[in-house]
């Protein structure tokens, strides 16, 4: 579908795409509300499209395109599963950022500096209550695209003054960030800053819960187009604890782009050991300090001290390019992010195979991203998923360029299905 047929199709209004009780939703239990003036509502959940040229040379002017409500280019799916609420959040946005960051040449600055526009998507897993969850679905592409990159120290001194310990050592740890911007954007100063500043906010607030958070921004290298349109594009992936991101090459393989914030990973547990005065393992295996399973987080404002913070994990990516060194070969047909009700239930390639088979299946490269969304958290609810399970499964430029796709684990899932079965009839 060419972005014109995107455009007319988003256009059509569709039902609901989950429950009521599991949907992303304001509530009347969520009170917490920033006190900083400057942190309203400014990012959009709508796709505004470019003037389109047409046959007959006349112009299509600027659209509006809900993007939750376009199932063939994003799916969306939440469930409880068994759990008496769900405490999963996510959030679709596009926000409108600079297209320049301050190691820009002077000779290319305008007094108009460029913006692009720059789609945010992000799955939060809350725990101890969803109230940080539900204030990171709803504030935390706000506070991206608002970020003051000028209020480092002030940011760095609060966290010090007032929360101290761990972070009583912290001083100038953004600075890797900072050496790593490129001359055309500022996003990997921006996103830690903007994560920090959220966390802090409500750490402050003094509210018992916590969430961890992954989320991808995607813009195209024109910008003209979206990022599904034929032609390189941009990711950037920004992971904090347990949640997941995974692409799928053109092959079908794979790919794992982020790793969990837990003590098991050698780079986290020698950061933290320095602090935490004690470690144990749980009933389920996994080793904790504090009450925490997640060495990174937003909230759990219990554990700061100690060092659980939402400093994110930053990587970037070329994708759409067949000769891109950071690329996965061109093509890349879909990515997919997933709290931990999926990832603990189905391994990556699962994950990829439940996707490629579910757009596959329904006709020649007419399966939507929203199906397959949805038969990726059954799946894990099938095979024994008993925890909050959600997943966004986000349509990149090689959708539906698949020969019929190599289906990896099809027989272990037949196999892993027939067992679950076989269980609750005993």
């Not at 209550?129 to 608002?146: D, K, N, W």
């Not at 920090?196 to 018992?208: K, N, S, V």
């Not at 393989?253 to 837990?262: F, Y």
């Not at 958290?377 to 019929?404: F, M, P, Q």
């Amino acid at each position: 579908m060419d972005d014109l047929g995107f455009v007319q199709y988003g256009l059509q209004t569709y039902l609901a795409l989950w429950p009521a009780s599991d949907g992303l939703q304001v509530t009347d239990s969520f009170k917490f509300q920033i006190s900083r003036a400057q942190h309203n509502r400014h990012f959009t959940t709508y796709y505004i499209s470019q003037p389109t040229k047409v046959a007959s040379r006349s112009s299509v002017p600027r659209l509006r395109v809900p993007l939750l409500n376009a199932p063939t280019h994003l799916g969306h799916y939440t469930s409880r599963v068994t759990r008496p609420h769900n405490e999963d959040r996510y959030t679709v946005s596009v926000l409108t950022v600079p297209a320049t960051s301050s190691l820009t040449p002077r000779s290319l600055k305008t007094s108009t500096p460029p913006e692009r526009q720059v789609f945010f998507y992000a799955v939060f897993d809350g725990h101890g209550g969803s109230e940080c969850s539900e204030f990171l679905a709803h504030q935390l592409a706000t506070y991206v695209e608002t970020a003051d990159l000028n209020e480092l120290e002030t940011l760095e001194r609060g966290w010090k003054e007032n929360i101290g310990g761990y972070w009583a050592r912290w001083r100038g740890h953004l600075d890797k960030f900072r050496s790593h911007m490129s001359k055309d954007s500022d996003l990997l100063l921006r996103i830690p800053i903007a994560f920090l500043q959220a966390d802090y906010d409500f750490t402050m607030a003094e509210r018992p819960s916590g969430s961890t958070c992954t989320s991808v921004l995607l813009y195209s290298s024109n910008p003209t187009v979206p990022y599904w349109s034929d032609g390189p594009s941009r990711l950037l992936v920004a992971h904090v604890g347990d949640t997941r991101c995974v692409l799928c090459d053109k092959n079908g393989l794979a790919h794992a782009l982020t790793s969990a914030h837990h003590l098991s990973s050698p780079t986290e547990s020698g950061r933290l050991r320095r602090y935490a005065a004690s470690f144990f393992t749980d009933s389920f295996g996994e080793e904790r300090f504090g009450n925490v399973e997640n060495t990174r987080s937003f909230g759990d404002r219990s554990m700061k001290r100690l060092g659980v913070t939402a400093e994110p994990d930053l990587t970037e990516y070329t994708l759409g390019s067949p000769v891109a060194e950071d690329g996965f070969g061109g093509n890349e047909p879909f990515l997919v992010l997933v709290s931990d009700g999926v990832s603990k239930f189905a391994s990556d390639q699962e994950i990829v195979d439940v996707v490629t088979s579910t757009g596959y299946r329904s006709g020649y490269a007419r399966g939507t991203p929203q199906d397959a969304a949805r038969e990726v958290v059954k799946y894990a609810e099938a095979v024994g998923g008993d925890d909050n399970a959600t997943c966004i499964v986000v349509r990149l430029s090689g959708w539906g360029k698949w020969t019929r796709p190599v289906d990896r684990t099809g027989e272990l899932r037949e196999y892993r299905l027939r067992g679950a079965l076989d269980n609750r009839r005993q």
